[in-house]
């Protein structure tokens, strides 16, 4: 498999804009944990290797088990997810489906119930982003495989 565009080195202004809000993200408030199911679950549904294989090693980084990595395809169907990250989910869902789905109120209705307006905005922006990155990816044929977590580095005690 081989990339179409390193689009990185021939438009990298856009990427300074489009990581500035990965970074808002990161210090949004929103769970970790929670930004990597939807990340994962958004890459499935558009079917980005990258991006799966890229957050999936992110998710074990931040102590994900594997079980719920590979049940979560069939979320509805394990107990393996907190009502607060299936309301996450079935919102992610929605969103990356938007021409079919258009966001009901029901929908929303159960995300409202677990998240403050605040969280929803963000939750909203982390799946727009997720599913920006899975376009780009795709689009250029960005190649699975390398990518590896950032190492944390040992703070002083």
């Known amino acids: 498999m081989k990339a179409r565009i390193d689009y990185q080195k021939v438009a990298h202004e856009p990427l300074h804009s489009l990581l500035a809000i990965e970074r808002y993200l990161s210090s949004s408030g929103i769970d970790p944990q929670l930004l990597h199911l939807i990340r994962m679950r958004a890459s499935q549904i558009n079917g980005c290797a990258y991006c799966l294989d890229m957050h999936s090693k992110d998710a074990r980084a931040a102590g994900e088990t594997e079980q719920r990595l590979y049940e979560l395809n069939a979320w509805r ?33 159960r995300l409202s119930a677990h998240f403050s307006e605040k969280e929803i905005v963000d939750l909203t922006y982390a799946i727009a982003s997720i599913n920006n990155w899975n376009r780009i990816a795709i689009a250029f044929r960005a190649v ?14």
Do not use: C, M, N
Request: aromatic share 10%; net charge negative; glycine share 2%.
């Open 77 to 109: 169907e394990t107990p393996f997810y907190s009502e607060r990250e299936r309301a996450a989910l079935e919102w992610t869902e929605s969103l990356t489906l938007i021409s079919q789905t258009h966001a009901p109120d029901d929908v929303f209705e």
């Open 144 to 157: 699975p495989g390398e990518y590896q977590p950032a190492k944390k580095t040992a703070t002083a005690s």
